[in-house]
């Protein structure tokens, strides 16, 4: 059984703060400092350009994606790290699309990411006019697959109300009429089992610095069905994903197996980081993380009914049909996140006017709830939010 007290316990906390925006960055291990100094010192520091060998630099990404693999419900060998997301997005959506030559569809929905939806049309823009980026509502996906389709480009959690897509019946439906997969992980690792597996995913892809706290600019991640990784190829022909990097050859020969999707130098500090990150998933069950941050988000949900009334849930009052994140919508949603953050409640805002709260069991616990909901409660009953600086926009919302 996991022990969310002792997690708790290897995480930084702020002083007085309750940290409620996990899903946008995680709080920092203090297994992540510590190895990323004895990076810098003991091995950079120490060893120099020697450390690509000697301390195992080269071989990061592939490992890293091994240990995080099963917090996703992939196979070892399946999973590789590096660059960020946005360059994942476009490395499985290519790779994708090469394997359904014949079709000019990628099929994604107006809740996605802005981010993939803009890698998504670059690509389309590089492609024959012919190529389409088709755009429908959540609830409209199902139908909208047909034989047009080439790929399903998905996040699983909305970013916004944490609506949590049915990657197993999507994923279905999509190999039904011949399309392939590719779901976007941002806001379901770490925070859910995926079990890319046993749903038959074809491409997956997602970041390490929200729910799995491998800190700020931290490698992003991509899978690939062991079907498809010997005739799936990279767009992104970068040498580290060679067979043969050090033989600088003139001509490019992909590496056998989920090395080929690795593209340049790994970010060799932040892959530091995350190993740090991932020594905490030693000892918890996903599953159990899970079922914890329903217990909180119910929590969460049904004291702001009694607190905050005037605060509309935006995400699905079914757990079952959200992930880790609990959104409300409000008219008065950017200054009151502001007086919030400023009242040591750290929420974020997204435009036009919802205000998310991340859940993130590793770290929080019943009692961060309730104080959240009590201060939440105050600053609206006594409209503190209304006050000029709270009004100012900052850059990140
Ligand atoms: C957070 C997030 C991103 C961010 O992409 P980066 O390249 O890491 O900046 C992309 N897509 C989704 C769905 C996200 O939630």
């Not at 610095?209 to 498809?228: C, D, Q, R, T």
Request: glycine share 8%.
């Amino acid at each position: 059984m996991s022990n969310f007290d002792k997690t708790r316990e290897q995480f930084v906390i702020p002083e007085g703060q309750v940290y409620l925006v996990g899903n946008s960055l995680g709080l920092m291990p203090k297994g992540a400092a510590k190895r990323v100094l004895h990076t810098i010192e003991a091995e950079w520091g120490t060893m120099a350009v020697k450390a690509w060998n000697n301390a195992g630099w080269m071989d990061q990404p592939d490992k890293l994606g091994n240990r995080l693999a099963p917090i996703i419900g992939a196979a070892a060998d399946t999973v590789t790290t590096g660059d960020t997301l946005s360059i994942k997005v476009f490395q499985a959506l290519s790779s994708a699309m090469a394997l359904r030559p014949k079709r000019r569809v990628i099929l994604s929905d107006n809740g996605n990411f802005p981010t993939d939806l803009y890698m998504a049309g670059g690509l389309v823009n590089l492609l024959d006019s012919d190529y389409e980026l088709r755009v429908v509502n959540p609830e409209e996906v199902m139908d909208a697959l047909d034989e047009d389709v080439a790929v399903l480009m998905l996040t699983q959690v909305d970013y916004r109300t944490g609506r949590l897509h049915d990657m197993k019946a999507l994923t279905k439906r999509a190999h039904d009429v011949g399309a392939l997969t590719v779901w976007d992980l941002a806001h379901t690792a770490g925070a859910m089992a995926t079990d890319l597996a046993s749903n038959n995913a074809d491409f997956a892809i997602g970041c390490t610095y929200k729910f799995l706290n491998a800190g700020p600019g931290s490698p992003a991640f991509i899978y690939v069905a062991p079907h498809l990784i010997e005739t799936a190829s990279s767009a992104l022909s970068g040498w580290l994903g060679h067979a043969q990097p050090f033989a600088f050859e003139p001509a490019y020969q992909p590496a056998v197996g989920i090395r080929k999707f690795r593209v340049g130098t790994p970010s060799v500090l932040a892959m530091a980081s995350l190993d740090a990150a991932l020594d905490i998933w030693d000892d918890i069950d996903i599953n159990d993380v899970r079922a914890r941050s329903i217990e909180l988000s119910e929590l969460f949900i049904t004291e702001m009914a009694k607190g905050c009334p005037s605060l509309t849930l935006a995400s699905p009052s079914d757990p079952h049909k959200r992930g880790s994140q609990v959104s409300f919508t409000c008219d008065y949603g950017y200054p009151l996140m502001q007086a919030l953050i400023a009242d040591g409640v750290l929420g974020d805002f997204r435009a036009p006017d919802i205000v998310r709260f991340g859940i993130t069991p590793l770290y929080l616990n019943e009692g961060d709830i309730l104080q959240a909901v009590e201060q939440i409660r105050q600053i609206v009953d006594a409209k503190s939010w209304d006050k000029a600086e709270f009004h100012a926009r900052k850059a990140v919302t």
